[in-house]
């Protein structure tokens, strides 16, 4: 909840044993309102969409997390550094092939901290759920997947060298199917 009234803000996350990180600039009005209140931070992926004999029973495959929790606000360097290595390692391995942020970068970036206390998760897979008494109606029922394919790297006219391995490697994977927490 913010002065203006609620709001959700897409971010990014990371994870460590019972903690979720989320960070954004000091400015950021959503972190700052969250701190030290109780937040609500979903995760969702859409692994499909499903179709069934009748609008009513169309679904989606979808794996998602809701967590809630006090969000705290990280006040101390060492610790605001981890967990910028955390959030920043989960997208894609970098944080220790690039230059360190500075004591400043640091001082204007709110981390924040979610304990994984109170959390829930659902997974759908699979085909549609048609009702028995659709059973011999001739409509097409199925699924179909959906993923998230990594494209081929667009090198900056200021980058010096070539697409580190870890990004290269990239190309080609489907994000969804990553193993990832
Ligand atoms: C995939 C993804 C990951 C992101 N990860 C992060 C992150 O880790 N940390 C971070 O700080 N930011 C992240 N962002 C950007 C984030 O969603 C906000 O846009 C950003 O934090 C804006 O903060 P603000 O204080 O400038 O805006 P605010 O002052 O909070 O927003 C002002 C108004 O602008 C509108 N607005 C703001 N952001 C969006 C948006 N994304 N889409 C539509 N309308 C919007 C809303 O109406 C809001 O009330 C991410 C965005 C995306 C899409």
Known sequence: MTDEGPLVLPMVYGIDDDTMYLHGAIANSLLGAGADHEICATVTIVDGLVFAKTPFNHSMNYRSVVVRGRARIIAGEDEARRALRIITDHIVPTWDTLRPPTANDIRATRVVALPLAEMSAKIRS????????????????????????????????????????AIAALSGTDLHSRQTR
């Open 126 to 165: 699979g085909g549609a759920g048609n009702f028995p008494e659709d059973e011999n109606e001739r409509y097409w029922t199925g699924h179909v997947p959906v993923s998230m394919v990594v494209g081929a790297p667009v090198t900056n006219v200021d980058a010096h060298v070539s697409v580190p391995d």
